[in-house]
């Protein structure tokens, strides 16, 4: 025993003394150039993709010295900026988060940047420069935008002998129907469309994907939540809570645990386990990445059988770029942030790379843009006037959070009378926003 | 424990051949008794079972509802190191668990000493306050410790998780005063009557004999810091260069879309160093899990 | 002490009470030197703290902008207005009330049987033992897997025998029955300590017993349960602390049953709870405003009603004790 105490004390005095040897010495390399760190929330081909980007502007730029940090999530960015140990550079892909980011100054105001260099933001489309902002407060720039749209499996339309992508809600079920197939046991074989709320994020949890579809309103004309007086939500769940009943809300609870994650290469509708989905335009590059060969198509998503005008409008988010409060190297951190976002370069060769859409005006028409037909669609529904994104509040997301818990309550059944449960939902989201405006309790 | 052989021994000697029908009752009660275990036991080991046949099938057959792999996929446990930090993780977890250790030991034994082998005014308040502190679950401190610990900017590396156990442990003060309770005062006073002073005593005599109770306390102290998910949680979550392996397996799915089998190669390896360890010290582990029921 | 009695019938000299005198002091010194770790250890790692939890949960703070006095409205909104707090509350009282008793249960039956068994005693031992040192994380992440209601072992197993296997991890009816699995599979420290309590059990006590008619039955009743008595007080003791503390397995539970780690959505998962808040425990609840919404202050007030029902049920079933706890001899 006791050897094993001092080997162990040895031990750990060896790992200490590596540590502060490999301190050291990156200590020593930072003093020719500063290290600034960008975090971002890709991980593996995505984010080998962001290295290039950021590889060309480091090798431009001798004084910095660009450091990459991936699968960053809303909540490690939460965290660094409260306890003091930040990057110079965070984003996010939880837009709805710029209100509390923006609002709590965890984010820094951007303006001072911005008229220092004389930069007009109406670069950037309205709905890009809507969700970086709260309140006219600035702490975030748009960097790729995400547009959510449809995919559908043409060899699985051929088989079913149907012609073309759905247009209406009441298509979309019967040919989810059609596409259905069943083990012997009754559980599901292949999911024709897949309406549980919560299986990947193409069909987005707290239904924000489904919202212009209906043409859905958040809040009335005083700012109030609206969920129960509009119908359109009504109309929008139940449409969504009778597809999850026919399949059986067991069967696809069931479905859904066995099907791989989202961003492996077994993907369920990349394998032909679901013939249609909503999702981002990002899927295009995945499939080009795992599945080349396999037969698709996109489109826009189907619409409210009632608003049949709304065909080719979809949610539309992006990706959020800023410095966060208590920053080392300051411009450094802003002259990155100003070449990511507003030059149409990096803008076009990212969006190549991952197929996300570019977000400056002169970047969505750049030539370097390489021409796609399945992304093409999703430009287009970019430029919808109808697209809409999440309302941008104080209480950031945790907005979109009520709706979702209500939502997943009330697709299991549990939720009761639905009128009365939004109603109840519009009292909680009125009596959310209030605290988090006052900041005062949660 | 070792108390219980005795009476035993002596029960024995009383104790009659039984006639043939009592003895055959208990035979089939034995193989009862048996059985039943031996079923439960078989249930308890299965997850084990399944952790290590997942773990070497390909990610379709993980997904799929074959429970044997075939074929089997070795490579899987090279794959995980390529696909994770795995040594990083594990060298973080150590410096935590061996550093942290230490200082329990270091900062334990002198208190339990004082507590248990002194006699001073105000010892019964001072030992109050270690039985306070072993109640209060820690989980009630924890805001404004990482208050202050953002304060000191030591969020994001190991600091605030080691730091705390050089200032005496509740739990293994209170598990060696009692063991050194039990030691008899002869010992102390025949040291004492050769000139030895206390720290002496302390060193020679009290270590020597409380060795048990010291590898008890050591071996939980590392336990329960490689097991440790709350605090890592709390105060290196942002920080993926200093992650421990319980963070680090936690993020694995997320971080690196991994398949089913990667992770649950990874979970095997993560549980492997704990069960290694038991293995070694099986007997240390054993009397130390007793020790804290029995004493408390 | 050998010295005082040396000392106490010897005359009062000047000399001899500056001696006295300085052995006392050199004492003193001695004594807070050993106990320098603790009394800093105390002072700042808990004597600190508790003041300031109760300060600051009389505060609006979220670490970017200095502490903001707003009286009881933090507490107001605790009792009166969180939605989250009852659910939470009910949880977690699920876990002492149906968790705690079937953990106890459970590890004193299996310790039974282990003690009854006349070979492999070490061989049962070790093998209801080592599920409890499985780190919380890499057990629970193996029981989501083995519990996949889709492709688990467990539910193609029973798929086999012609059960439809229950969602497990992903329903809220069988969330907690499945957290409550996977606490029955690491009871080792119960068992052992249990086992040991058993076997520590004098022998003569079940022979007279056995004399006298008992049968198992009575015997477990009239002489096991007596004995071993302040061990189960002691086992539910700390079973109780342990389950108002419970966060480990519920949040990795629910990190990994919710599964969708959204990497280009635009939802930050909030997956804690999952599924329908089934698993947000107390402890789940004060995580979340702590430490993911960093409200500090009514994080803070979160603590201060843990430590005061923590506190008070440990009190209480110590002291409810006194009635059913049988000490064969002094326990401290």
């Known amino acids: 025993m006791r050897r094993g105490v001092i080997a162990a004390i040895a031990l750990a005095a060896i790992l200490a003394a590596a540590a502060g040897a490999t301190a050291r010495s990156a200590a020593h390399a930072g003093t020719k150039a500063d290290t600034i760190t960008v975090w971002v929330g890709w991980s593996a081909r995505v984010l080998a993709g962001f290295k290039k980007v950021v590889a060309e502007y480091d090798s431009k730029h001798p004084d910095v010295n660009v450091k990459v940090v991936g699968g960053i999530n809303d909540d490690k960015i939460t965290a660094a900026i409260r306890s003091g140990n930040v990057p110079d550079v965070v984003s996010s892909f939880t837009s709805a988060n710029v209100g509390s980011y923006c609002k709590s100054g965890a984010w820094v105001d951007l303006k001072p940047f911005l008229s220092k260099d004389h930069l007009d933001v109406n670069v950037f489309p309205k709905t890009s420069q809507y969700y970086t902002q709260y309140n006219g407060k600035r702490c975030a720039l748009p960097f790729l935008a995400d547009v959510y749209g449809f995919y559908y499996n043409k060899k699985m339309f051929q088989a079913a002998g149907i012609k073309s992508p759905p247009k209406t809600m009441s298509e979309l079920t019967a040919d989810a129907k059609k596409l259905t197939k069943r083990n012997q046991n009754g559980s599901l074989k292949v999911v024709g469309y897949n309406p549980f709320l919560g299986f990947y994020a193409g069909n987005a949890p707290d239904l924000s994907a489904y919202a212009p579809l209906f043409g859905a309103k958040y809040t009335d004309a005083a700012g109030h939540s609206a969920l129960s007086k509009d119908p359109a939500w009504s109309r929008l769940l139940k449409w969504q809570k009778n597809l999850v009943d026919w399949y059986g809300y067991k069967n696809l609870q069931k479905f859904d645990a066995g099907a791989a994650d989202e961003f492996s290469a077994s993907h369920a509708f990349e394998i032909g386990k679901v013939a249609m989905m909503i999702d981002g335009e990002w899927r295009v590059a995945f499939i080009q990445a795992e599945h080349p060969g396999l037969a698709y198509a996109t489109a826009p998503a189907p619409v409210d059988d009632a608003k049949k005008n709304l065909y080719g409008a979809g949610y539309v988010n992006g990706t959020i770029i800023g410095i966060p409060k208590g920053v080392k190297h300051k411009d450094q951190a802003w002259a990155l942030l100003k070449y990511l976002t507003f030059n149409a370069h990096p803008l076009a060769q990212f969006s190549n790379l991952i197929r996300n859409v570019p977000t400056t005006k002169q970047s969505l028409n750049s030539k370097e843009i390489k021409p796609d037909a399945h992304f093409k669609t999703f430009l287009t529904i970019f430029a919808n006037p109808n697209s809409k994104t999440t309302p941008i509040t104080a209480a950031g997301n945790a907005y979109g959070t009520l709706i979702q818990a209500f939502a997943v309550k009330w697709q299991a059944g549990h939720a009761g009378d639905l009128h009365a449960g939004l109603q109840k939902l519009d009292k909680q989201i009125d009596a959310q926003l209030k605290q988090a405006q006052a900041g005062g309790v949660p | ?296 | 002490m050998t010295e005082t009695a040396v000392t106490a019938g010897a005359p009062f000299t000047a000399e001899r009470r500056r001696a006295r005198h300085r052995a006392a002091w050199r004492r003193r010194r001695l004594v807070l030197m050993l106990m320098s770790p603790w009394i800093v250890g105390f002072c700042v790692f808990f004597g600190y703290p508790l003041v300031m939890s109760v300060y600051l949960s009389f505060t609006h703070y979220d670490l970017l902008s200095s502490p903001k006095w707003i009286g009881w409205a933090n507490y107001k909104y605790l009792f009166t207005q969180d939605p989250q707090v009852g659910p939470a509350v009910r949880n977690t009282l699920w876990l002492i009330l149906i968790m705690v008793p079937l953990q106890v249960l459970f590890a004193f039956g299996v310790a039974t049987m282990v003690a009854r068994a006349k070979r492999g005693v070490g061989f049962f031992r070790t093998v209801f033992y080592l599920p409890a040192l499985a780190p919380p994380v890499a057990a629970t992440m193996a029981f989501v897997y083995l519990l996949n209601p889709a492709t688990g072992p467990v539910n193609v197993i029973l798929g086999h025998l012609g059960i439809n296997g229950p969602l497990w991890f992903q329903s809220p009816q069988w969330s907690k029955p499945s957290l409550t699995l996977l606490s029955i599979w690491g009871i080792g420290n119960l068992m052992i300590i249990f086992l040991a309590a058993i076997l520590d059990a004098p022998q003569q006590l079940y022979e007279s017993a056995e004399l006298d008619g008992a049968g198992p039955i009575q015997r477990m009743r009239w002489v096991t349960l007596p004995t071993i008595s302040p061990v189960i007080l002691f086992s539910v003791v700390i079973s109780v602390i342990a389950a108002m503390q419970y966060f480990t397995q519920a949040y990795v539970a629910a990190n990994i049953a919710s599964g969708q780690a959204s990497q280009a959505g635009d939802q930050t998962v909030n997956n804690l709870g999952y599924p329908e808040g089934s698993t947000l425990f107390y402890p789940v609840l004060l995580y979340q405003h702590g430490f993911r919404f960093f409200n500090m202050g009514y994080a803070s007030a979160l603590s201060v009603l843990l430590l005061i029902v923590a506190f008070t049920v440990t009190v209480l079933i110590i002291r409810n004790s006194r009635r059913w706890v049988h000490y064969a001899g002094a326990v401290k």
């Open chain 2, 1 to 296: 424990m070792s108390t219980a052989s005795v009476p035993v021994a002596a029960g024995t000697l009383v104790r009659r051949k039984p006639p043939w029908a009592v003895r055959r009752r208990r035979f089939l009660v034995a193989v009862a008794d048996h059985s039943l275990l031996i079923v439960v036991a078989i249930i308890f080991l299965t997850p084990f079972a399944f952790i290590v046949l997942t773990s070497l099938m390909t990610n379709e057959q993980a997904l799929s509802s074959h429970l044997w792999p075939s074929p089997f996929r070795w490579h899987n446990y090279v794959d995980v190191f390529r696909e994770a930090p795995i040594w990083r993780w594990a060298i973080n977890t150590f410096l935590y668990s061996v550093l942290a250790t230490l200082g329990v030991l270091c900062s334990s034994i002198p208190v339990a000493y004082a507590l248990s082998r002194i006699r001073w005014r105000g010892r019964d308040l001072a030992f109050a306050t270690v039985l306070i502190a072993l109640m209060l679950p820690p989980v009630v401190s924890v805001v404004p410790l990482y208050v202050m610990w953002a304060k000191l900017h030591l969020v994001g590396n190991l600091g605030p998780l080691i730091i705390p156990n050089w200032f005496g442990d509740a739990f293994s003060i209170f598990l060696l005063r009692q063991f050194f309770l039990t030691i008899p005062e002869e010992y102390l006073d025949a040291a004492r009557v050769d000139g030895c002073g206390e720290l002496r005593i302390l060193a020679t005599v009290v270590l020597r004999l409380a060795k048990p109770a010291i590898a008890a306390v050591a071996l939980f102290s590392f336990l329960y810091t490689f097991n440790d998910f709350f605090l890592p949680l709390l105060y290196l979550r942002e920080n993926p260069s200093h992650w421990v392996l319980q963070i680090g397996l936690s993020e694995f799915r997320s971080l690196h879309q991994v398949q089913w089998n990667l992770t649950m190669a990874a979970t095997l390896l993560v549980m492997a160093p704990v069960i290694i360890l038991f293995f070694l010290a099986q007997k240390a582990f054993v009397e130390g899990v007793t020790l804290t029921g029995v004493k408390g």
